[in-house]
Each structure stands twice: as C-alpha cells, then as structure tokens.
C-alpha cells in the first residue's frame, strides 16, 4: 500500500492570514495524481485541489495552491486569506494509476477570527 | 460535478445482524466504485475496489466474507456487513469513478457516508 503522511495533526491560523500544511507521500510510480481533501464536520468530502504528477506547474485554485516537490515526495497545501468557513479537516491524498486513493491521517484546521 | 449518494445516512443494528448500505452514482455510470472505513478522528482507509460485474478486490486485512460487496449495476454498488459487532461501528464511505471523465482525467466523486451503530 502507498503511504501518505501529514506531520501536523492540528494547525492553526488567524483570519485573513496564510497557512501551509504539509504532505508526503511514498511511491514507485512516476505517473499519479495528488489531492488535498477538505472533510468539514458534515464528513462530506470536498476537493479541494489536484495535481498532476507528471506537471511541473503548481496547481492552484483561487486561495489555494500547492508546492509539488516531485523528487522530494512532497506536496504541501497553502490557505491564502484564510476564512472562518476554512475550518475542517484537511486530508492530503495519493490516487493510485489504479484509481485508489490514499489518504493521509489528516489535519484539523482551527481558524481564529 | 456528478453526484453519488449512499443509503442509508445512518443506521444503528443489533449485534449479529446483517447490515446493507447502498453507494449509488446518480448522474453517470460507474466502472469502479471504492469503499472506505473512516474511525472518529482518524484518517479513510480504503477496504475495497468494485469493479461493475465482478468480484471486488480487498485490501489487505478486510475480510471478505465480512464484508460483502456487490456492484451489480453500472450506477449501484452495495457493502454488506455480515454479523455486525460493536467494532465494526464505524463511517463508511463510497466513491465512483466517472470513466468518461467529464473533468478529463477519471474524476472520482465521494458519497456522504453512513454512519453504522452496532449496539
């Protein structure tokens, strides 16, 4: 099974302001896809974005970007302007070429307003 | 995007019993349906992958004659969980994969999950 690792069980950030969260993952595939899922207390999982392994090119989505480190196995997520409705769990995640995902073990995300 | 939907949102069974949940696609057809196993607080692990037509393939550590699963149509995939115990208690959630990929590139699509009681 592939692993997915999030080093921060929980983070913080005040309103308006940019945080990062972290990811890294194991893999012997060159071509797969990486997400960041938001799960807020509903439990509906959410996409929040996605990127391609075989881009270069960070993927970004209004607020949110992310840093694809190919090499390093890393892909970490930034919050920009962070907003109260921001408030969830994050889950970084691995799609394998077979489809299957991988989650992490998650980041609860508390914004201070 | 396409919307999945599971049935039921929520169920409480005694133990022994036999519990169906239902992962249905509902605006295009699914291939391959995933199951997962979400515990409080904790992470999503995948139990299976269901393939429309035939057997699905567990992950390892999930017992198959526990857990039955059955994608009998291209919109519908069932989980059985056979002689429910307390420890099975837990968030189970679906996703289907769109093949056409009205995104490009095999978009997946999570239900909302049931959450299963076992008293």
């Known amino acids: 099974a592939q692993t997915v690792t999030q080093s921060q069980p929980e983070m913080s950030v005040q309103e308006a302001e940019t945080v990062t969260l972290s990811c890294t993952y194991d893999?012997?595939?060159?071509?797969?896809?990486l997400f960041w899922y938001k799960q807020p207390p509903s439990r509906q999982m959410i996409l929040v974005i996605r990127q391609e392994a075989y881009k270069q090119q960070n993927a970004t989505e209004n607020r949110f970007s992310v840093n694809f480190q190919k090499a390093a196995k890393s892909f970490s997520l930034k919050i920009s302007d962070s907003q109260l409705g921001d408030a969830a769990m994050y889950f970084c995640a691995y799609r394998s070429p077979g489809n299957q995902f991988y989650f992490g073990t998650g980041t609860s995300l508390t914004v201070i307003p | 995007g396409a919307v999945v939907s599971q049935h039921p949102s929520w169920v409480i069974c005694k133990s022994g019993t036999s519990v169906k949940i239902e992962c249905r696609s509902l605006?295009?057809?699914?291939?391959?349906m995933f199951w997962y196993r979400q515990f409080p607080k904790q992470s999503l692990m995948l139990m299976a992958t269901?393939?429309?037509?035939?057997?699905?393939?567990?992950e390892q550590g999930v017992e198959k004659d526990k857990f039955l699963i059955n994608h009998a149509s291209l919109t519908l995939s069932t989980l059985t969980v056979t002689s429910a115990h307390p420890e099975d208690s837990s968030f189970y959630i679906c996703?289907?994969?769109?093949?056409?990929?009205?995104?490009?590139?095999?978009?997946?699509?999570f239900g909302p999950g049931t959450r299963l009681t076992v008293l």
């Open positions: 605006d295009f057809q699914a291939t391959t």
């Open positions: 996703s289907a994969r769109e093949p056409s990929g009205r995104a490009g590139y095999n978009e997946q699509f």
């Open positions: 893999t012997s595939e060159s071509d797969y896809y």
């Open positions: 269901s393939n429309e037509g035939s057997k699905a393939t567990y």
